[in-house]
């Protein structure tokens, strides 16, 4: 499970959410686990009981304002209900100053007590899905990531086998480079699947005998693509002449990361082949796809019913 401290998120977010330290320093060292936060607006009425000790709390302009209309004997009860659950930290929004109460309730329990400028709505929004991106289940795979009409396609295979090469033929069609020689992959829901490359080889590719170019410089801002999608998996074999390959693509393989199941198509490589058209050609066949139409499938329907027209006496 992917987690973030509360410190790191300041260092991260500072500039983009305009996010202040201004109580509980003691517990910055607090792991944020999950994407979901909370505004307390009924809890602090009452009306609800559950404060999910997990989430960050966000208090907007209605919950400060509320809380500083509190009398003295339902404002302690009210600010209970805050410390039963160790949350990761608190969030003021709309340039709020923070309130004794709550900035001594953060220092006393080590809960970080965390300012911005923005507005609650768009505070939360944008908030939320930094998170989801965040703390999304992620790994790396050694191969190649491309966006060819819109598909995009991770290319696999043992080292030397041409992955560099293919996807730099591609780049030069027109299409885009994602990621070269390790792939970050993310997973953003349940089954979509985004590549994105670390930020120390973004843009770079090894070319062998060449050595390391950056493609956006070579071949300008239309070349590169910072994440996309994942939707197909081409594998990159050295030709093996005893080896029976699919020549009807009536069955299609599974190729499974991170729980996600992708198509997967096994390509042999031999001295003269391009293995760039043939990826590109596997982008065009999965927008059929995608559309509804099966080339494999449709030859073979056409196949059964010419014989079984030829079978009629």
Aim: glycine share 8%; aromatic share 6%.
């Amino acid at each position: 499970m992917e987690t973030i401290s509360v410190v790191d998120l300041l260092e991260e977010t500072s500039e983009r959410f305009g996010l202040r330290l201004a109580a509980g320093k003691g517990g910055l060292s607090k792991k944020i686990t999950t994407s979901r936060i909370q505004k307390p607006g009924l809890l602090l009425t009452g009306l609800l009981e559950k404060l999910h000790s997990e989430r960050i709390q966000i208090f907007g302009k209605a919950e400060i304002n509320y809380l500083k209309s509190l009398p003295e004997n339902r404002l302690k009860p009210t600010l209970k209900l805050l410390e039963k659950a160790d949350t990761p930290c608190y969030v003021i929004t709309r340039k709020q100053k923070p309130p004794s109460f709550l900035s001594h309730l953060a220092d006393r329990k080590k809960i970080p007590l965390l300012t911005t400028n923005l507005t609650t709505s768009f505070f939360i929004e944008r908030f939320t899905k930094y998170l989801e991106e965040r703390l999304a289940p992620t790994t790396t795979v050694h191969g190649v990531f491309v966006d060819v009409l819109g598909v995009g396609i991770l290319i696999l295979g043992k080292s030397g086998i041409g992955k560099s090469e293919c996807a730099l033929d591609l780049v030069t069609k027109g299409y885009r480079l994602i990621a070269d020689d390790a792939v970050i992959i993310k997973r953003m829901s349940p089954t979509t699947l985004f590549g994105i490359a670390s930020d120390i080889i973004r843009y770079h590719m090894e070319v062998r005998g060449i050595g390391i170019v950056n493609v956006k410089d070579l071949f300008g801002i239309t070349a590169i693509r910072e994440k996309k999608q994942m939707d197909i998996v081409v594998e990159l074999a050295q030709w093996d002449p005893g080896e029976e390959y699919d020549r009807l693509g009536f069955e299609e393989g599974i190729y499974e990361i991170l729980g996600v199941r992708l198509p997967i198509l096994r390509i042999p490589v031999s001295p003269g082949r391009s293995v760039a058209t043939v990826v590109e050609v596997a982008a065009r066949n999965q927008l059929l796809k995608i559309m509804g139409h099966h080339s494999a499938i449709e030859f073979k329907k056409n196949l059964d019913m010419a014989i079984k027209r030829n079978k009629k006496p």
